[in-house]
Each structure stands twice: as C-alpha cells, then as structure tokens.
C-alpha cells in the first residue's frame, strides 16, 4: 500500500523532508507538500534587502515546478486545524488525510517581546525586509543614531550580527560613519554569545569588531 505522506510548510525543513522521503522510498509514498507561500524565499538573503542589494526575485523561487518535477505534489495553501487522531489536516484548499504528517512550518515573530516593537522595521520576513528598504530610504533623507536589536528569544543572531555589520558598512558608503551613533542592543548577556553561550573567540572578536566600527553594546547582563 502506498502511505500518505503530509509535510506542511516548504521551505528549508518541509522541502528537505518531502524531497528526502520521496527520493528514499519513491512509490512506497505519496508525498503532499501544503505550504502558505508559493514560493521558496532565501532567508539568509534578507539581510541584503534593506539596502537594495537583493530584490524579491532574486531571493525566491516558485515551489511547484520544484516538488511537481520530483513526484511530489504541492497545494498553495495553509493549514488551519490539525485532526491527529483522524490523520487528518484542514486547509484553506480542503481537507487532506495522511498517514505520516511533518509539520515544518518555520517560525513566527513575536512582535509584542517588546513593547513598542509592532511598527519597528525588521528582517525577519520577505515582507518586513522590503519594509526596512523603505526605511533605510527615509533614513537616508533624514538621519540620525540608529539602534538595532536582538530581542528575547530571538533565534537566529547570526542574522542580527550581519545585519548590523552590513549596517556599519551602509554608514560609511552613506558618508555617515561616525556621524550617527550606531548601538546593538541585545538580549545576549555578552556580544558573541549567539544564544549557545558562544563559540571560540567569538567575544573577543565581536569586541574588537564593535570597537572597530564604534558600535556601543548593551548587552543583557
Ligand atoms: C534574516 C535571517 C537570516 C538567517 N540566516 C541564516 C543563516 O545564515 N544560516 C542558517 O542556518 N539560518 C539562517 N536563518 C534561519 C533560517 O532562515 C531558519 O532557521 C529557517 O528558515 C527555518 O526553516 P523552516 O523550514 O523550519 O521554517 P521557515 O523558513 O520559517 O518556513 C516555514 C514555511 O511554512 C509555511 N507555513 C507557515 N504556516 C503555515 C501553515 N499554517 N500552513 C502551511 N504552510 C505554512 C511558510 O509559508 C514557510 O514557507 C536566518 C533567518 C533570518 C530571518
């Protein structure tokens, strides 16, 4: 019998796990991909979008093509209600049984962390990236000191060290280094710390990289 294979989200996890599985056991499964986006966005390009550096087309590609070339069959849609004793998935497509089920759908800001962050700019997301673009433009039009931060129970802050390092840089083709104060405010108790209590010579480095650029940083101590 062939088993229904059900992997919700198609990005890094759920595109690994439906490509992997359907490439392992070929016939033995039917693999269904249900993912919100259509397409597959490059997380770790969204730093570069804020400057204008990448765009969304060059960040994304269209999913379908990608699963259909593979024998996998992808719905453009999200889940909304997971039925675990029935093996079964509501979506905004219609409902979807399954034998196995993965469920890789990524993380979710939580913008209420800190109050007062709902209409900060971010990286985060294909959307908020574009956002930044049009803030770092009126930025640009009116300057003054800049604060970028890694809130509490941020993930990813390699993400924030690039993002303020590319910022630093922007700065200084701006012929703003040094005008405008630049601080990294962090939930990290040290800076270099990444949320895994640091790797080797990461604190020294990021000291002397902060010092360097003249970042000041708060850290979470
Ligand atoms: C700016 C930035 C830079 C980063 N840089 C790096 C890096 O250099 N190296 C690194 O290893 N990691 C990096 N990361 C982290 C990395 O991007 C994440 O760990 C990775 O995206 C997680 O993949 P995922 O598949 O678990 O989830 P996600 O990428 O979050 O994808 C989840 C998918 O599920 C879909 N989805 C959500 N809800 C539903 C639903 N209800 N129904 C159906 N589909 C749904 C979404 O549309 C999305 O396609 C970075 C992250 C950011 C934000």
Redesign the pocket.
Same mark, same amino acid.
């Given at each position: 019998m062939t088993a229904r294979v059900l992997v919700?989200?198609?990005?890094?996890?759920?595109?690994?796990a439906a490509l992997s599985i359907k490439s392992d056991l070929g016939g033995e499964v039917a693999v269904t991909v249900? %993912?919100? %986006?259509d *397409?597959?966005?490059?997380?770790? %390009?969204?730093?570069w979008l804020p400057f204008g550096r990448r765009g969304r087309t060059d960040i994304t590609f269209p999913?379908e093509p990608t699963f259909t070339k593979r024998g996998v069959t992808f719905v453009h849609?999200?889940?909304?209600f997971v039925d675990p004793e029935h093996h079964r998935v509501e $979506?905004?497509e219609g409902t979807l049984d399954y034998d196995y089920l993965v469920i890789?759908?990524?993380? *979710?800001n939580d913008l209420d962390v800190v109050p007062g962050m709902r209409d900060t700019p971010t990286? $985060?997301?294909l959307h908020d990236?574009e956002r930044t673009y049009d803030a770092w433009r009126r930025f640009l039009d009116d300057p003054g000191d800049v604060v970028i931060g890694a809130t509490q129970r941020a993930?990813?802050f390699?993400?924030a060290y690039?993002?303020l390092f590319n910022t630093s840089y922007q700065l200084r083709r701006a012929g703003l280094h040094g005008k405008v104060k630049l601080t990294y405010v962090t939930s990290e108790p040290f800076a270099g710390h990444f949320g895994i209590d640091g790797m080797p010579g990461a604190k020294p480095l990021m000291k002397m990289f902060a010092k360097k650029e003249g970042i000041t940083v708060e850290s979470n101590q």
């Open positions: 919700l989200g198609g990005s890094f996890a759920g595109m690994t249900v %993912s919100a %986006s *397409r597959f966005v490059f997380n770790p %390009s969204l730093i999913l849609g999200a889940a909304t $979506t905004t890789a759908t990524g993380y *979710r990286i $985060t997301t990236a993930s990813c390699g993400a690039e993002f």
